[in-house]
């Protein structure tokens, strides 16, 4: 991986997330606390319903916090309206989730280039650069086949294209393998530490996978509505 600068990309201050059930409160997570550097590679591993995902929406500016700061690439995340946040995600923060969410009625190219088209960049030239992030992910001679068409590895594939095409600063990937088997899911983990490196990326992955989460520059582990950063080589292969 390539080296790490020390300067914050992302800088998380006394976060908590709230949320009302019934007439109670449930507390998923309270005064979470941490940095993450320039070209760190992170994984945030825990239990199902421990918030990883909650906590990655916070932090991509698709949720809000219940209290606390998040404050990414010169921006202080919560305060932004929704308009602004919306900018904000567009031209930051490059998204991959566990199901891939590609449009189904367009091609493995359209929905590649889609990002670039909502920006309203002519479509010819969003499609040139589309096609080269095909060629990234080794997918160019599927560009013409519909989501429905790819086996699971190759839609994760594309999704991860179509995250990184806006070429964002963050990537957010919340259990990209998760829908995987082993093989398949090795593969992908791969291609988004290649990528990572490649395009100097930062990077926060939450994964179950212990193994895949070793080969990151560090861990945090969240349990019990708190979190506490691991060492990775502590963590089983």
Not at 39 to 53: P, W, Y
Not at 197 to 202: D, N, W
């Amino acid at each position: 991986m390539h080296p790490i600068d020390q300067d914050p990309l992302l800088r998380v201050e006394g976060l908590s997330k709230v949320f009302r059930s019934g007439e109670a409160d449930l507390l998923l997570f309270e005064n979470l606390s941490f940095e993450v550097a320039k070209g760190t590679m992170l994984a945030i591993v825990g239990e199902s319903g421990a918030g990883k995902s909650t906590l990655l929406h916070i932090l991509g500016a698709l949720d809000r916090p219940s209290g606390g700061a998040v404050y990414c690439a010169n921006s202080k995340v919560n305060a932004l309206s929704d308009d602004d946040a919306a900018e904000f995600r567009n031209r930051e923060i490059g998204y991959v989730w566990q199901f891939h969410y590609l449009l189904p009625e367009f091609t493995a190219l359209e929905n590649v280039a889609m990002p670039l088209v909502t920006r309203v960049q002519a479509l010819a030239s969003a499609k040139v650069e589309a096609a080269r992030w095909l060629r990234e992910v080794g997918l160019e001679a599927r560009s013409e086949h519909r989501s429905g068409e790819l086996s699971g590895g190759e839609q994760q594939r594309l999704a991860l294209a179509r995250a990184l095409i806006i070429q964002p600063r963050l990537l957010l990937a919340d259990e990209p393998t998760g829908d995987l088997d082993g093989r398949t899911a090795e593969v992908v983990f791969e291609l988004v530490a290649r990528l990572h490196r490649e395009h100097q990326l930062t990077s926060l992955v939450a994964t179950h996978n212990l193994g895949f989460a070793r080969r990151c520059h560090r861990v945090l582990r969240l349990d019990r509505g708190r979190i506490e950063e691991v060492a990775p080589d502590s963590l089983p292969a």
